[in-house]
């Protein structure tokens, strides 16, 4: 059945569909037994904060050989992030790199039209954010896990749920990796995120001192250099 905006009750875990993005990475929806375990909360399936949802993987499949690969790349995630931070018409533009410097200037123009009707300012704009912060996934994958589920009102507990510690466990994924390696993946992650919500422009990554190492700089530095051994030699 279609989920109702209005009406959380037949969402989580009696929706077919909701169950299925709500399921743990490491068992099968479509096993009837497992659905069934689920849905009767027995011990043997316990929905908890220490098992991954299937909504945060890629095509929502998950390799049990490989659980990082494809974790926090859903197509689900990225457009909730950017219905959240961006704007909610663009969470429909995820296929490709999302154009962020679009994304900001127009929210900029909305709000110096002062002599138009009131626009919403988008909340990556209002902040300054320009790049994707672990806690902010964070953030978004709690909230969309409370949209799944079938619960009212928000709470930090749901049944066998801890949003607290789920939180702290995505945070804890991308901030302590247990080696080099496995910071570097990270890395790219959050650099596959920012390009996704705010396309590929980098000026935010234009600190003074890459800046001084670009022509320009370089060129005026080579110039002074020259007038100082024109002048010693006078």
Known sequence: PLIRADDKHHRGFV???????????????????????????TTSFIVSENSWPIFM??????DAKNLERGLMKSKLLVMGFKAIFTSPSS????????????IIENCRRAKRRSDQAKVKTCIASIIGMRKVTPRAIAYV????RFALS?????????????YQIF??????????PP??????????LLEWWTRKVFGRN??????????SKMSVNALASQRQQMEDAAFDSE
């Open 179 to 188: 080696g080099p390696a496995a910071r570097a993946r990270m890395d790219q």
């Open 141 to 144: 994958v709690c909230q969309i």
């Open 15 to 41: 929706n077919d569909a909701c169950g299925k993005l709500l399921c743990p990475a490491e068992w099968r929806w479509e096993d009837p037994a497992i659905r069934a375990g689920i849905r009767d909360r």
């Open 91 to 102: 969470a429909n533009e995820v296929d490709g790199d999302g154009d962020g410097a679009d």
């Open 150 to 162: 079938n619960i009212t009102s928000w709470r930090t507990v749901d049944g066998d749920f801890d």
């Open 57 to 62: 993987y890629e095509n929502y499949e998950a």
């Open 202 to 211: 980098h000026r935010q990554d234009l600190t003074p001192d890459v800046v």
């Open 167 to 176: 939180w702290n466990n995505i945070v804890d994924f991308f901030e302590d």
